[in-house]
């Protein structure tokens, strides 16, 4: 665990560096763990359910992972966005849910594997993006498309895709914000 | 959606997040040269700015609030990020305020029984009242909206030292006008517009910092 957590600050590192395979494998990495926060405190929203706030919380660390300060511990930052993020998608499905920070020392990841379930949210968001944005997103996630090859397709500047989708990921952010409240 | 698609997706945007300290200079030092220049234009400097430099008791309003400002928009950018809700420590903002009520209580003791009530109404009340919440207005918003760039886990503690940084700055500033010297007037009603401005700020932040 201890070395998984100092692999955090260097592929976070990488990543803000622009590097999206350490990207990658840093949101790989953290993923279990926050499942593991996200199963143990909302075990009544059901697998699905909590894989959408899953979901929801890995959106926010992506959009906000420039507020990380580079050198300082992953975890706290990590935990924190986790934290805010976890009541709030809790307190807007109707319930409420009491999170102490110590706690998250102590939550295990949940077993590696594949990951099991479907969520049905961000399927749900993405279909409210316009047209182009939303065929970007599907590309490049479900069909797993290089940017290259995405922006051939759609005959747009590899650049061009990049706005675009990051523009599409803040807003996916802002509809989960108004839609599953 | 699998958990797996998204991450494909989130890390083929690579575009770099903002800067938010340089962001926040490039913001807030711009607002406080126009709140100078305002001051300057439509009030002027006082006349004897040179010789108040001079004096303690004069110099004391521009490093209180001063010191407030920079201490209090440390802790911003400190809150700005999601673990500021644990990190960030308020007590120097105590300590100024300590220190303010000291320089009160000093005042008070020195100031001969029958010329305190005149020290502390002194003749610009309403033009202080008026003018530093007006100044603040640049340097509050350009706080904010850096705020909203960040991660802010403690909403009403962000908007709460925003409004502190911002109407500190902005009262400094109004002091370079301001030739009411003692600390019974100082104290009492720059203390009194910051505190407005900032409870508006912690108002208003509590609400617009949510993400």
Redesign the interface.
């Known amino acids: 665990m201890a070395e998984d957590v100092d692999a955090w600050g260097q592929l976070l590192t990488a990543a803000?560096a622009?590097?999206?395979?350490a990207?990658?494998r840093f949101?790989?990495s953290v993923?279990p763990v926050l499942?593991g926060i996200v199963r143990a405190k909302g075990g009544g929203l059901g697998e699905a359910g909590c894989?959408d706030v899953?979901?929801e919380v890995?959106?926010?660390v992506?959009?906000?992972?420039?507020?990380?300060?580079q050198g300082?511990p992953v975890r706290?930052?990590l935990?924190?966005?986790t934290?805010?993020k976890v009541v709030d998608a809790f307190r807007a499905r109707g319930r409420k849910i009491d999170l102490p920070?110590e706690d998250f020392a102590e939550v295990l990841a949940a077993e590696a594997g594949p990951?099991p379930?479907?969520?049905a949210d961000?399927?749900k968001m993405?279909d409210m993006l316009d047209g182009r944005s939303a065929e970007i997103?599907r590309k490049?996630?479900?069909e797993?498309v290089?940017?290259a090859e995405t922006g051939q397709a759609l005959t747009m500047s590899e650049g061009a895709v990049?706005?675009a989708?990051?523009r599409a990921?803040k807003t996916l952010?802002i509809l989960r914000?108004r839609h599953v409240k | 959606m699998k958990t797996d698609d998204l991450i494909r997706a989130l890390a083929a945007d690579t575009q770099p997040g903002p800067d938010l300290r340089s962001l926040l200079l490039a913001r807030l030092l711009p607002a406080l040269g126009l709140a100078a220049v305002a001051v300057w234009l439509v009030l002027g400097f006082r006349a004897d700015l040179g010789a108040a430099m001079l004096t303690p008791v004069s110099v004391a309003r521009i490093l209180l609030t001063g010191v407030l400002g920079i201490a209090a928009s440390r802790l911003a950018l400190l809150l700005a990020r999601p673990e500021g809700r644990q990190t960030a420590r308020l007590w120097p903002l105590a300590a100024v305020a300590a220190a303010a009520l000291g320089l009160l209580a000093w005042a008070y003791l020195t100031t001969p029984e029958g010329a305190r009530q005149m020290a502390m109404v002194g003749k610009t009340m309403t033009t202080c009242l008026v003018t530093i919440p007006l100044l603040s207005i640049l340097p509050v918003a350009a706080l904010h909206y850096t705020l909203r760039q960040g991660a802010v886990t403690a909403p009403l503690r962000a908007g709460f030292v925003a409004g502190l940084s911002g109407s500190g700055f902005s009262a400094a500033i109004y002091a370079l006008h301001c030739t009411e010297d003692s600390p019974l007037f100082y104290v009492t009603w720059y203390g009194l517009a910051i505190a407005g401005v900032t409870l508006v700020s912690t108002i208003v932040g509590a609400r617009s910092l949510r993400w």
Do not use: C
């Open positions: 803000n622009g590097d999206a395979r990207y990658a949101l790989q993923t499942r894989e899953l979901q890995l959106l926010a992506h959009l906000k992972r420039h507020t990380w300060d300082a706290p930052w935990y924190a966005i934290r805010y920070i990951d379930t479907e969520a961000m399927a993405i997103v490049i996630g479900l797993g290089s940017v990049r706005v989708l990051h990921l952010a914000e």
